[in-house]
Nanobody
Framework: QVQMVESGGGLVQDGGSLRLSCAVS????????TGWFRQAPGKGREFVAA????????YYADSVKGRFTIFRDSAKNTVDLQMNSLRPEDTAIYYC??????????????????WGQGTQVTVSS
């Protein structure tokens, strides 16, 4: 059973930074394309960023471009999301998942599987 474990969430002020980390239990899936999504209260889950299996291509939602960076940390075998210039509208539960269908960089949650429990990010104004 593949398990995804997100960590690094917390409470931060408007303009602050956080780094989220996604650890994948299965080495095979850890090498696959990985995406970050988020779900704000009362809203559906939305795409944030994705990275391909070798880390050479990165994809971002327009709302986070220039502020968030997704990258692979090969030393820790994780896919991290560095979030800078955070805004109150970034408040959400953040999830990572492995892409199992669709195209590289897909923004559709149905193309991803093995969702973790998520990590809460709260940005205060």
């Amino acid at each position: 059973q593949v398990q995804m474990v997100e960590s690094g969430g917390g409470l931060v002020q408007d303009g602050g930074s956080l780094r989220l980390s996604c650890a994948v239990s299965d080495r095979t899936f850890a090498a696959g394309d990985t995406g970050w999504f988020r779900q704000a209260p009362g809203k559906g889950r939305e795409f944030v960023a994705a990275i391909n299996w070798i880390g050479s291509s990165r994809y971002y939602a327009d709302s986070v471009k220039g502020r968030f960076t997704i990258f692979r940390d090969s030393a820790k075998n994780t896919v991290d999301l560095q979030m800078n210039s955070l805004r109150p509208e970034d408040t959400a539960i953040y999830y990572c998942a492995v892409r199992t269908s669709g195209r590289e960089g897909s923004e559709y949650e149905n193309d991803y599987a093995y969702w973790g429990q998520g990590t809460q990010v709260t940005v205060s104004s």
